[in-house]
């Protein structure tokens, strides 16, 4: 019998360490699960970061994204370029992004540094079963 070996994406990887590191406690159900629409508020800070760290919905919501931003790059979304675009985000200059969340699951928020090829996880986005 031949054994293969399954190739984990480094996408992945990445995920998978930015969650154990910023995961302790479960995730909760939003209180808002039900709302059509929801608005969320992060700052994305000097350090790359967001915070808070992970911003949770529900599948089905129209999601605004209101992010404060401390840093300069592109910010994008793993996993909904679909539904959101990357962005160029400027210190100073607040964004807004709309959207639906159409899939459930966790999906890392990263930014890619002014020159820089590789992201880093600036958090995480969580999208619930409703
Ligand atoms: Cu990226």
Known sequence: MISRRRRIPARTLVAVALLASACVTPIER???????AVRRSATLTSAGRLAPQT????????????IEV??????????????????SVETGTPIEMTFD???????????????????TGAGVFTVNEP
């Open 30 to 36: 939003p209180a808002d699960c039900d709302a059509d």
């Open 55 to 66: 911003i949770v919905v529900c599948r089905g919501q129209e999601v605004t994204l209101a």
């Open 70 to 87: 401390e840093a300069d790059g592109v910010l994008h979304l793993h996993g909904y370029d679909d539904q959101t675009p990357a962005r």
């Open 101 to 119: 969340a159409v899939h459930s699951g966790q999906f890392v928020i990263e930014l890619h540094a002014p020159g820089a090829t590789a992201g």
